[in-house]
Protein backbone atom coordinates (compact mmCIF):
# COMPACT_ATOMS: atom_id res chain seq x y z
CA UNK A 1 0.00 0.00 0.00
CA UNK A 2 1.03 3.45 -1.38
CA UNK A 3 1.65 6.40 0.80
CA UNK A 4 -1.43 8.04 -0.61
CA UNK A 5 -3.27 5.19 0.71
CA UNK A 6 -2.37 4.76 3.73
CA UNK A 7 -3.35 8.50 4.63
CA UNK A 8 -6.21 8.37 3.15
CA UNK A 9 -7.01 5.49 5.24
CA UNK A 10 -5.80 6.86 8.50
CA UNK A 11 -8.06 10.19 6.95
CA UNK A 12 -10.82 7.91 7.29
CA UNK A 13 -10.77 5.91 10.15
CA UNK A 14 -10.02 9.04 12.19
CA UNK A 15 -12.88 10.90 11.13
CA UNK A 16 -15.35 7.36 11.16
CA UNK A 17 -14.00 7.00 14.87
CA UNK A 18 -15.21 10.79 15.40
CA UNK A 19 -18.86 10.14 14.09
CA UNK A 20 -18.73 6.64 16.33
CA UNK A 21 -18.82 8.81 19.68
CA UNK A 22 -21.72 10.01 18.86
CA UNK A 23 -24.29 6.90 19.18
CA UNK A 24 -21.59 5.81 21.99
CA UNK A 25 -22.47 8.52 23.95
CA UNK A 26 -26.50 8.19 23.40
CA UNK A 27 -26.15 4.45 24.15
CA UNK A 28 -24.37 5.33 27.78
CA UNK A 29 -26.12 5.79 30.93
CA UNK A 30 -26.51 9.45 32.24
CA UNK A 31 -24.04 8.61 35.11
CA UNK A 32 -21.30 7.49 32.64
CA UNK A 33 -21.33 10.87 31.15
CA UNK A 34 -20.94 13.20 34.64
CA UNK A 35 -17.97 15.38 34.92
CA UNK A 36 -15.75 12.98 36.81
CA UNK A 37 -16.30 10.41 33.69
CA UNK A 38 -15.02 13.47 31.33
CA UNK A 39 -12.04 14.30 33.48
CA UNK A 40 -10.75 10.65 33.37
CA UNK A 41 -11.94 10.30 29.72
CA UNK A 42 -10.30 13.97 28.61
CA UNK A 43 -7.24 13.01 30.94
CA UNK A 44 -6.61 9.74 29.28
CA UNK A 45 -6.73 11.40 25.58
CA UNK A 46 -4.63 13.90 26.48
CA UNK A 47 -1.57 11.85 27.72
CA UNK A 48 -2.04 9.55 24.23
CA UNK A 49 -1.94 12.94 22.33
CA UNK A 50 0.96 13.79 23.99
CA UNK A 51 2.59 10.62 23.36
CA UNK A 52 1.29 10.16 20.05
CA UNK A 53 2.26 13.87 19.04
CA UNK A 54 5.96 13.10 20.15
CA UNK A 55 6.20 10.15 18.31
CA UNK A 56 5.05 12.04 14.96
CA UNK A 57 7.69 14.57 15.64
CA UNK A 58 10.27 11.79 16.27
CA UNK A 59 9.11 10.06 13.51
CA UNK A 60 9.25 13.16 11.34
CA UNK A 61 12.63 13.92 12.41
CA UNK A 62 13.96 10.73 11.34
CA UNK A 63 12.29 10.36 8.31
CA UNK A 64 13.84 13.92 7.42
CA UNK A 65 17.10 12.62 8.18
CA UNK A 66 16.73 10.12 5.68
CA UNK A 67 15.98 11.50 3.12
CA UNK A 68 18.68 14.08 3.43
CA UNK A 69 21.39 11.54 3.99
CA UNK A 70 20.08 9.55 0.73
CA UNK A 71 19.85 13.01 -1.15
CA UNK A 72 23.64 13.72 -0.03
CA UNK A 73 24.59 10.54 -1.04
CA UNK A 74 23.50 10.87 -4.47
CA UNK A 75 25.00 14.30 -4.50
CA UNK A 76 28.26 12.26 -3.77
CA UNK A 77 27.74 9.98 -6.29
CA UNK A 78 27.00 12.33 -8.94
CA UNK A 79 29.98 14.74 -7.65
CA UNK A 80 32.44 11.09 -7.51
CA UNK A 81 31.39 10.81 -11.15
CA UNK A 82 32.67 14.28 -12.11
CA UNK A 83 36.30 14.15 -10.57
CA UNK A 84 36.92 10.75 -12.09
CA UNK A 85 36.69 12.24 -15.28
CA UNK A 86 38.09 15.33 -15.00
CA UNK A 87 40.76 12.69 -13.37
CA UNK A 88 41.25 10.70 -16.55
CA UNK A 89 40.87 13.64 -18.49
CA UNK A 90 44.38 14.93 -17.00
CA UNK A 91 45.52 11.32 -17.20
CA UNK A 92 45.98 11.66 -21.01
CA UNK A 93 44.31 10.66 -24.27
CA UNK A 94 45.17 7.13 -23.18
CA UNK A 95 41.99 7.27 -20.60
CA UNK A 96 39.56 8.51 -23.08
CA UNK A 97 37.78 5.10 -24.08
CA UNK A 98 37.20 4.90 -20.36
CA UNK A 99 35.55 8.37 -20.28
CA UNK A 100 33.64 6.97 -23.19
CA UNK A 101 32.71 3.92 -20.93
CA UNK A 102 31.74 6.26 -17.87
CA UNK A 103 29.22 7.99 -19.96
CA UNK A 104 27.83 4.95 -21.57
CA UNK A 105 27.04 3.70 -18.54
CA UNK A 106 25.82 6.61 -15.88
CA UNK A 107 22.14 6.24 -17.72
CA UNK A 108 22.02 2.47 -16.90
CA UNK A 109 23.72 2.98 -13.44
CA UNK A 110 20.80 5.58 -12.57
CA UNK A 111 18.12 3.40 -13.84
CA UNK A 112 19.27 0.38 -11.93
CA UNK A 113 19.84 2.97 -8.59
CA UNK A 114 16.32 4.16 -8.71
CA UNK A 115 14.78 0.83 -9.83
CA UNK A 116 16.44 -0.52 -6.63
CA UNK A 117 15.45 1.70 -3.99
CA UNK A 118 11.71 2.31 -5.89
CA UNK A 119 11.01 -1.32 -5.61
CA UNK A 120 12.71 -2.22 -1.97
CA UNK A 121 14.33 -5.10 -3.61
CA UNK A 122 15.20 -7.82 -1.67
CA UNK A 123 17.85 -9.47 -3.42
CA UNK A 124 21.51 -9.43 -2.77
CA UNK A 125 23.51 -7.20 -4.25
CA UNK A 126 25.40 -7.93 -7.53
CA UNK A 127 28.26 -5.54 -8.91
CA UNK A 128 27.81 -4.68 -12.49
CA UNK A 129 29.93 -6.19 -15.24
CA UNK A 130 30.74 -3.14 -16.95
CA UNK A 131 31.22 -1.08 -13.90
CA UNK A 132 34.01 -4.04 -12.66
CA UNK A 133 35.41 -3.81 -15.83
CA UNK A 134 35.81 -0.18 -15.86
CA UNK A 135 37.05 -0.53 -12.51
CA UNK A 136 39.95 -3.21 -13.65
CA UNK A 137 40.80 -0.45 -16.81
CA UNK A 138 41.67 2.24 -14.23
CA UNK A 139 44.04 -0.31 -12.36
CA UNK A 140 45.43 -1.50 -15.50
CA UNK A 141 46.77 1.60 -16.48
CA UNK A 142 50.32 1.79 -17.68
CA UNK A 143 51.23 5.07 -15.95
CA UNK A 144 54.90 7.01 -17.99
CA UNK A 145 55.55 9.48 -15.60
CA UNK A 146 54.92 10.68 -12.04
CA UNK A 147 51.84 12.83 -12.69
CA UNK A 148 49.85 9.81 -14.19
CA UNK A 149 51.07 7.74 -11.61
CA UNK A 150 49.36 10.56 -9.02
CA UNK A 151 46.08 10.87 -11.30
CA UNK A 152 45.82 6.77 -11.37
CA UNK A 153 46.06 6.20 -7.71
CA UNK A 154 43.61 9.23 -7.26
CA UNK A 155 41.53 7.94 -9.72
CA UNK A 156 41.55 4.66 -7.92
CA UNK A 157 40.57 5.91 -4.58
CA UNK A 158 37.57 8.02 -6.14
CA UNK A 159 36.52 4.81 -7.69
CA UNK A 160 36.59 3.05 -4.45
CA UNK A 161 34.44 6.22 -2.97
CA UNK A 162 31.89 5.98 -5.54
CA UNK A 163 31.55 2.33 -4.71
CA UNK A 164 31.01 2.33 -0.87
CA UNK A 165 28.50 5.31 -1.36
CA UNK A 166 26.94 3.16 -4.16
CA UNK A 167 26.27 0.08 -1.72
CA UNK A 168 25.51 2.37 1.11
CA UNK A 169 22.41 3.17 -0.55
CA UNK A 170 21.90 -0.25 -1.35
CA UNK A 171 21.39 -1.22 2.01
CA UNK A 172 19.56 1.53 3.42
CA UNK A 173 16.07 1.05 3.82
CA UNK A 174 13.06 3.17 3.07
CA UNK A 175 10.29 1.50 5.59
CA UNK A 176 10.88 3.71 8.94
CA UNK A 177 7.83 2.83 10.25
CA UNK A 178 7.13 -1.05 11.01
CA UNK A 179 3.46 -2.12 10.06
CA UNK A 180 2.59 -2.95 13.49
CA UNK A 181 3.97 0.31 14.72
CA UNK A 182 1.92 1.93 12.10
CA UNK A 183 -1.51 0.19 13.08
CA UNK A 184 -0.74 1.20 16.74
CA UNK A 185 0.02 5.20 16.01
CA UNK A 186 -3.51 5.24 13.86
CA UNK A 187 -4.95 3.21 16.65
CA UNK A 188 -3.87 6.15 19.49
CA UNK A 189 -5.60 8.91 16.69
CA UNK A 190 -8.88 7.17 16.44
CA UNK A 191 -9.04 6.82 20.02
CA UNK A 192 -7.94 10.79 20.69
CA UNK A 193 -10.47 11.57 17.78
CA UNK A 194 -13.36 9.70 19.51
CA UNK A 195 -13.18 11.33 22.84
CA UNK A 196 -13.61 14.76 21.29
CA UNK A 197 -16.98 13.84 20.45
CA UNK A 198 -17.45 11.53 23.37
CA UNK A 199 -19.18 14.56 25.74
CA UNK A 200 -19.67 17.02 22.71
CA UNK A 201 -22.38 17.58 20.24
CA UNK A 202 -21.55 17.33 16.68
CA UNK A 203 -22.46 20.69 14.82
CA UNK A 204 -21.05 22.56 11.70
CA UNK A 205 -17.69 24.18 13.21
CA UNK A 206 -17.03 21.14 15.11
CA UNK A 207 -16.93 18.90 12.50
CA UNK A 208 -15.23 21.01 10.31
CA UNK A 209 -12.56 22.11 12.60
CA UNK A 210 -12.33 17.75 13.74
CA UNK A 211 -11.58 17.15 9.81
CA UNK A 212 -9.17 19.72 9.27
CA UNK A 213 -7.43 18.34 12.80
CA UNK A 214 -8.35 14.77 11.33
CA UNK A 215 -6.65 16.08 7.73
CA UNK A 216 -3.64 17.43 9.70
CA UNK A 217 -2.93 13.95 11.37
CA UNK A 218 -3.28 12.29 8.10
CA UNK A 219 -0.54 14.40 6.09
CA UNK A 220 1.87 13.98 8.68
CA UNK A 221 1.88 10.64 7.96
CA UNK A 222 1.88 11.02 4.54
CA UNK A 223 4.93 13.33 4.90
CA UNK A 224 6.96 10.43 6.74
CA UNK A 225 5.62 7.71 4.66
CA UNK A 226 7.24 10.29 1.56
CA UNK A 227 10.28 10.62 3.11
CA UNK A 228 11.26 7.34 3.83
CA UNK A 229 10.59 6.49 -0.02
CA UNK A 230 12.98 9.70 -1.36
CA UNK A 231 13.43 7.67 -4.61
CA UNK A 232 9.82 7.45 -5.55
CA UNK A 233 6.88 9.13 -4.94
CA UNK A 234 5.94 13.14 -5.19
CA UNK A 235 8.96 13.97 -2.81
CA UNK A 236 11.37 11.89 -4.98
CA UNK A 237 15.24 12.85 -5.65
CA UNK A 238 15.82 14.06 -9.16
CA UNK A 239 18.12 11.53 -10.97
CA UNK A 240 18.58 14.24 -13.76
CA UNK A 241 21.65 15.99 -12.24
CA UNK A 242 23.79 12.09 -12.13
CA UNK A 243 22.26 11.72 -15.89
CA UNK A 244 23.70 15.29 -17.17
CA UNK A 245 26.71 15.23 -14.52
CA UNK A 246 29.07 15.09 -17.72
CA UNK A 247 29.04 17.24 -20.94
CA UNK A 248 29.70 14.80 -24.22
CA UNK A 249 33.05 14.20 -25.14
Known amino acids: MN ?14 SIFAGVPLRRALPKHHLDKDSQDVVRLGASLIATI ?6 L ?9 DVQTAQVKQITA ?13 PEALPLRQGIRAQIGPFADRLWQEKETE ?4 FEASANAEKLYLAILTLAPQNELQKSVQSRAVQVTGDLVQTRLLLFVQTGKL ?3 PFLVVLIFWLTIIFASFS ?5 NSTVLTFLSLFALSASCAMFLILELGHPFSGLMAISSEPLRHALVPL
Do not use: M, N, R
Request: charged content about 15%; aromatic content about 8%; overall charge negative.
Open 177 to 179: IPT
Open 59 to 67: LIAAAKGSF
Open 121 to 124: SKEP
Open 3 to 16: SLAISILTFVLIVG
Open 52 to 57: AGLVLG
Open 80 to 92: DVILLDTLLEQYG
Open 198 to 202: LFSEL
